[in-house]
Structures are given as C-alpha cells and as structure tokens.
DNA sequence: CACTGATGTCATTGA
DNA sequence: CTTCAATGACATCAG
C-alpha cells in the first residue's frame, strides 16, 4: 500500500486522485482465483510507475483530467452473453470492476515493481480493455470504420466509464498508427533530403570545376590580348613616326566594326 | 551509467 | 461546430 491513501475516500477524491492500477480492479471483478501477489504482472502497466504512468492507469493524461469523472460512474449491466464474441460471452463474465472506494485498494502503489515490460501479453490498452471487462477486441475497437465501431457500441450496454475508455482506447490506436505513419514519412524526407544534398553537392562540385575552367580560358585570352595590343602598339606610329604609348591610347571597336586608336578615357563614337 | 533509437501518448492545429 | 489526421514534444524502454 504505497499510495497514501490519508484523504478520506471520497468521490471527490476519487475524482481528483489517479485510481490505482485498472488491473488491481479486476481482481474483485472476477471470480475468486489463486490470490495473486502484490506485483502480479497482470496488474501492471508495464511501465513504471512515474507520473506519467501513474495517470496513464486507467485515467490517463487529458483524460485523467477531462474526463475523469466518467471513469468514475458505474452501472451495473447485465450482458447479453449470447451477443458476445465467444471468447467473452460465458456466464463467467463479470461485470466491470465497480468503481468505488474498494478500487483504490492499490495492487501496489507507486513503489510496484516493474514486473511487466514493454511486450508483454497486451497493450496497456487491451489490459484496460480487460479490465474493464469491453466486451470486444481492441483491435476492432481501433480499426473498425466509423459507423462500423458505432453500430458496435450500440450493440452493448456499456457504462459510461466503459464508453470512455473504448473511445480513448480508439483514439489512441488511432494515433498510434498516426504517429507511425508519421514517423516513417518524417524517415523518408529526410533521406530524400540527403539525395537532394548529395546531388546539389555533386553539382556545386560540377560548377566550381567548370568555374575555375573559364577562369583559366579567360586568364589565356587576357594574355593573348596583352600581347595583341603589344604587337599592334609597336607597329602604329604617328605622322611624325613615333609611337603610340599603351598607357596613353587604347584600341576601340566601332559598332560598325571598325578599329579606332582613341586616347584613353575616351569612347568611340556611334559610326552612321 | 549515459546515450540513442523506437515507440506510445498527449496537446494542438488545420482540413 | 465536430471530427480526425498530422505532428511536435515528452516519457519510457531496450539495447
């Protein structure tokens, strides 16, 4: 008994406490077995008992506090057995544990061992589920079709509480599947997103190349220039036979293609 | 024991 | 307005 149970057991405690473990509830549900210790593995989560999984027990998250009081009503049912799946429709089949006071009779309390791990036999909701004593598969609850699932609820009595936790168990396997979904997308983008910069990579390879290639022409034909002018410059002279200073004149093209020796600093005109 | 990837869950948001 | 899928954030677990 590690929950402190101090607060008098109220329903309004009950409303604001986390209930203890779902499957410490289903000990009184079902029929007298072999007494079951304290940290029977079924009676776990499956996690450990921090607070996220302490409000995950039956009252998880928003739920936990949105919610909660559904969890907390209870009306007695009777079961159409013959309505059942076979596997659940037997005189055995006990009702849902109440939710009273007796349910905080913790399996264990925060301090519970971790006896069942992540894989265990069943989800943390199919062990809800059971202990809810839900008539039908979770799977079917996640993976019917709306009107499908809907035509299922009608088809049984459920509590309140029952119908909470079907359709969080609902919109969790939803989710779930959402999540995956998700995630294998997120996977796929980021590994589109490596090609992508592998490729744009290969191609800022491909253009600094052909960079440096047209740098090396051009350093060529500046030369090639250089040399040109130097040439033309040696045979042009004036008429009184002296010769043009490259640092004085420069060579310019006419639109019209004709070649001007102009003083530098100055620009050829428009030929008509 | 710290780190990391996988997974489940919740809250929020946009369609 | 309601419902639901998508997604970020967080917690837990296992290796």
Redesign the pocket.
Known sequence: MAIPVSKPLSLSGLLSEPLPDPLALLDIGLPAGPPKPQEDPESDS???L????AE?LEL????A??RRGEYVEMYPVEYPYSLMPNSLAHPNYALPPAETPLALEPSAGPVRA?ST???EAG???ERRALAMKIPFPTDKIVNLP?DDFNELLARYPLTESQLALVR?IR??????V??????K??LETIVQLERELERLGSERDRLLRARGEADRTLEVMRQQLTELYRDIFQHLRDEAGNSYSPEEYALQQAADGAIFLVPRGTKVEAAD
């Open positions: 499956g996690l450990s921090n607070y996220s999984d995950s998880e998250g928003t739920e506090g949105r971790k791990a992540r894989g989800s943390r909701d709306v969080d919109r969790r396997g939803k989710n779930k959402a999540a995956q979904n998700c995630r997308r997120k």
